[in-house]
């Protein structure tokens, strides 16, 4: 009888066996976080979400800088948004309507209905070039945000019309332009051919919320050197800072070298942090793992890191920074990879730097931001980065008006 039992079994575990490898192998990897799991130590029988909300409220915020800088923005990524479809998107303290037009093109438009305030991604439908109001069935066309068309009224009136957001789709993002002054935008971003013509394919991707200003974010790449400090120990010790230099996994460790230092005109706009990553094991160099990453910084709020390996190929990881509120910011790093190089190689990278990444979370999300933090010589990049990233804001740029945020997660 336990003969049968195990011969009953036996395909059952290797369908699973077979399953799990056919999923992971083929499917990209996804790895989507809540505002309140990571970078918080829940203790005393409270929750992550009521550990977030009470660090939010108690933490020094600082004297900040303004918080929404100039620039491009991430708003969501090309494959999230099919044609005919239509999402509700918070960013820059604001809600938009992002569409996809039936000729494919993506548009974007403040939500709410100039007529009543009806949020015009809950409901609405797209028709053709536009955006249908749910509530009255009001028209707004996407690439003027011209109402043209109310079903019930005689004529249209010429000042019925929502704000569009000048926006761009490139290397499979759709992205939206900020100027505090309404200012048309001052560069574009870089389209990288691998991607467009499908030579790097999609192989997943992470985000995470981070409870900071926008500009503690970037400025990790001028920082060298907590690099050798927070991000030495092994990937396999973890995330919780409590845990990661134990004894256990002391045998591996990761050593870096880096520098960063701004582009000039007409690219002022852009910097560049060059990194060379190895991986020790007892002391002994692994050369299979050496990596040279170049990470190339496009205005304030997106960094495009080019991946260069001798034996697993080149890839391109997007970290798109996007201020949902003025200390909330939207983290995303998407992966295209070498479609030739197996789908388990940019994945592995991916959850590395998710991995490495979600420690710098823990940092970000209970510091405060110093104006006039007390440096050392070898500190020089970062007063270097702040001077270069000013350039984002401008004499209106709007700064944080109250002491503390009031929304709970």
């Not at 939500?111 to 991604?121: I, S």
């Not at 439908?125 to 005689?154: M, N, S, T």
Request: proline letters at 7%; one cysteine or more; a neutral charge.
């Amino acid at each position: 009888r336990l003969r049968w039992l195990l011969l009953l079994l036996l395909p059952c575990v290797i369908f699973c066996v077979l399953f799990w490898y056919w999923y992971f192998y083929t499917n990209p990897l996804e790895l989507l976080r809540a505002p309140e799991d990571v970078g918080y130590i829940a203790e005393d029988g409270r929750s992550k979400a009521q550990t977030a909300n009470q660090v939010r409220r108690r933490r020094k915020i600082g004297e900040l800088p303004p918080v929404y800088p100039n620039g491009w923005f991430r708003v969501l990524d090309s494959h999230l948004l099919e044609r005919g479809e239509v999402k509700n998107v918070s960013v820059l303290g604001e809600q938009v309507a992002v569409f996809r037009a039936q000729n494919g093109k993506a548009h974007v438009l403040d939500a709410y209905c100039p007529h009543l305030g009806a949020n015009l991604a809950v409901g609405g439908r797209v028709l053709g070039d536009c955006i249908e109001c749910p509530f009255h069935g009001w028209q707004f066309r996407g690439g003027d945000g011209k109402c043209v068309k109310i079903p019930y009224a005689e004529k249209v009136p010429e000042f019925a019309k929502v704000r569009r957001w000048p926006s761009c789709e490139v290397n499979g993002l759709i992205l939206v332009w900020f100027h505090c002054d309404g200012k048309d935008p001052e560069w574009t971003v870089p389209e990288y051919e691998e991607i467009t013509q499908g030579k790097w394919v999609y192989r997943g991707r992470t985000e995470h919320f981070i409870n900071a200003h926008i500009e503690e974010i970037p400025e990790n790449a001028a920082d060298l050197a907590h690099l050798g400090h927070l991000h030495t120990p092994s990937m396999t010790s973890g995330v919780d800072l409590r845990y990661t230099n134990s004894k256990t996994w002391e045998f591996l460790r990761h050593d870096w070298k880096a520098r960063w230092e701004p582009e000039s005109e007409p690219n002022k706009h852009c910097s560049q942090m060059f990194v060379e990553h190895s991986l020790t094991v007892f002391g002994l160099h692994c050369p299979l793992l050496d990596v040279d990453v170049v990470a190339r910084q496009v205005g304030p709020g997106l960094v495009f890191l080019l991946f260069n390996h001798y034996y697993f190929g080149r890839g391109l990881l997007v970290h798109c920074v996007t201020p949902v509120e003025p200390l909330l910011q939207c983290v995303s790093h998407t992966m295209f990879y070498q479609s030739n190089v197996p789908p388990v190689v940019p994945k592995f990278i991916l959850r590395s730097e998710s991995i490495q990444f979600e420690r710098d979370v823990m940092i970000w999300n209970n510091k405060k931001y110093n104006p006039k933090p007390v440096l050392v010589k070898e500190d020089s990049a970062i007063q270097k980065h702040r001077r270069w990233y000013s350039q984002f804001y401008s004499e209106n740029s709007p700064r944080l008006k109250l002491q503390h945020d009031s929304l709970d997660f």
